[in-house]
């Protein structure tokens, strides 16, 4: 069991909008503005999309954006496309002495 | 161009001792701390180990301290990671990871990703 809780998979047409969340502790997600979430493709390295909760890296497009309320984060992709087809994993930083916590990560289907 | 690439990596014994190396290449590597990141074939990512730009602050996931060590030669703008008593259960690709912090600090918010070094751990 993974220390931060995803769903195991969303899914959505093209255009629509989905949101993943990522559920932890008051000692994780709930006390840190250090959540990230990363995009992953098959057989490629991860990629940062969402840093200390909502920013972006540059170049990463404005459809993802990233939010918290308490121990809950959340990564919303708008507009859909194709190419978002992908697993995404949340992060956080942990006062536990396993400091940096992951989501089991989430599959995301583009039907 | 940020480059981390990893080398190191194979097929091992249970019990036997690895050494992984990544070499950094576009920023300047003093600056910022570094970690490593595994993900067994198929599965998630588990954070392992993180060290800081001056090599004074180091962490352990629960499951690996003691026997895997991290360390960083700043005059060579390398990273490594010692792995010892190796179990099966450490299979999987590991990433060495920049930290997006930079200025001494670590957010622990992993921007650059090496391609990973796969290690297998089989008799």
């Known amino acids: 069991q993974s220390a931060l809780t995803q769903p195991a998979s969303v899914s959505g047409s093209p255009g629509q909008s989905i949101t993943i969340s990522c559920t932890g502790t008051s000692n994780d997600v709930g006390d840190y503005k250090y959540v990230s979430w990363y995009q992953q493709h098959p057989g490629k390295a991860p990629k940062l999309i969402i840093f200390?909760?909502?920013n972006r890296p540059s170049g990463v497009s404005n459809r993802f954006s990233g939010s918290k309320s308490g121990n809950t984060a959340s990564l919303t992709i708008s507009g859909l496309q194709a190419e978002d087809e992908a697993d995404y994993y949340c992060s956080s930083y942990s006062s536990s002495t396993t400091r940096v916590l992951f989501g089991g990560g989430t599959k995301l289907a583009v039907l | 161009e940020v480059q981390l690439v990893e080398s190191g990596g194979g097929l091992v014994q249970p019990g036997r001792s690895l050494r992984l190396s990544c070499a950094a290449s576009?920023?300047?590597?003093?600056?910022?701390?570094m970690h490593w990141v595994r993900q067994a074939p198929g599965k998630g990512l588990e954070w392992v180990s993180s060290i800081s730009w001056n090599s004074k602050n180091i962490v352990y996931a629960d499951s690996v301290k003691g026997r895997f060590t991290i360390s960083r030669d700043n005059a060579k703008n390398s990273l490594f990671l010692q792995m010892n008593s190796l179990r099966p259960e450490a299979t999987a690709f590991y990433y060495c990871?920049?930290?997006?912090?930079?200025?001494?600090?670590?957010?622990?918010?992993?921007?650059?990703w090496g391609r990973g070094s796969l290690v297998i751990v089989s008799s």
């Open positions: 990871v920049k930290d997006n912090a930079g200025h001494g600090l670590s957010s622990f918010t992993f921007d650059y």
């Open positions: 576009g920023f300047t590597f003093d600056n910022y701390a």
């Open positions: 200390d909760v909502s």
